[in-house]
């Protein structure tokens, strides 16, 4: 044999051993295994990538364009500046354009016989409804003013800006613009409370009661029994809340109201629009479901 030739057999059994090295005995596997680690610049990327996508979801399900913002804030070396401008951008401008899109913003002034419940409501970008429902909404607070001076009414939940179909959680049903939740109007010992309500988002505060809907499993017929105690003891202000539901059920504009029954009888308001939604609904002892 050649040089040549000698050299090719030895570079065949090289070969040969780095092979039985990786695929061969089991101490050899074990060895090998025993070498093999993910680089820590790829868990690190795989955790940037899972922490980007749960906040993109979670702000998609409380805002609806706030995902898509923190998308394009990503792009940007400050992100969280970059979101907070971009986000206030995108909501002050908001208004503008979803009358193109069927829907109008309600207004966010704290002051005038119509108010959302809380800011946050706007900021959070859920305060949309069709330009009929936003009329709607303006006319029963003027004839809630006009009849008791001074009484403002609340609006908590309305819907997301844009795309029919697209849910504004936990309400399943607030996905087309037509439809909106109102706060129940409250006093103290002696008076009218305006703008008051018995939790500070103005749900979850249930006004006690009896109920025909049997105990289940997952349920959203939420209790939560231990914030109970944490709310303003305010008691319910019969009369306006009886004007108000009086005067929804004979407006043609709206279709359906959602109260709790026994509500509906303490208050003396029945009317076949006036009805409970069922019982795998929310429910509707803290506030009041009106839709077109
Ligand atoms: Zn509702």
């Known amino acids: 044999m050649g040089d040549t030739a000698v050299s090719v057999l030895r570079r065949v059994r090289n070969n040969v051993a780095m092979i039985s090295l990786h695929s061969g005995t089991s101490g ?14 790829r868990i690190q990327r795989v955790l940037r990538f899972s922490f980007h996508a749960a906040l993109v979801i979670l702000l998609t399900i ?6 898509l913002v923190w998308l394009l804030a990503t792009c940007f070396k400050h992100k969280l500046l970059a979101f907070l401008l971009l986000y206030s951008a995108v909501t002050l401008t908001l208004p503008v354009a979803t009358p193109y899109f069927g829907r109008v913003a309600l207004t966010c002034q704290q002051s005038g016989p119509l108010q959302m419940q809380s800011r946050v409501y706007c900021v959070l970008n859920r305060h949309y409804v069709t330009p009929e429902l936003a009329t709607v909404l303006t006319d029963t607070a003027n004839h809630m003013s006009r009849r008791y001076p001074g009484t403002v009414t609340l609006v908590l939940d309305a819907n997301f800006p844009f795309m029919n179909g697209f849910p504004l959680l936990p309400h399943l049903s607030h996905n087309d613009g037509r439809r909106a939740d109102l706060a129940f109007y409250y006093r ?3 008076v009218y409370q305006p703008n008051a309500t018995r939790s500070p988002i103005g749900y979850f505060a249930f006004e006690p009661g009896p109920t025909h809907c049997p105990p289940v499993w997952p349920t959203l017929r939420w209790n939560l029994t231990l914030l109970q105690p944490l709310w303003r003891t305010f ?3 019969q009369q306006r809340k009886r004007a108000l539901l009086t005067h929804l059920a004979k407006d043609d504009r709206i279709g ?3 109260i709790e029954p026994h509500l509906v009888r303490t208050l003396n308001v029945s009317h076949p629009k006036i009805r409970i939604q069922g019982c795998r609904a929310a429910r509707y002892d803290d506030h009041i479901h009106i839709q077109q």
């Open 256 to 258: 359906k109201i959602f």
């Open 28 to 41: 050899a596997r074990h060895r090998f295994r025993s070498h093999v680690h993910i680089p820590p610049n």
């Open 62 to 67: 409380l805002t609806q364009v706030g995902g």
């Open 235 to 237: 008691s319910l202000e």
């Open 188 to 190: 103290n010992a002696t």
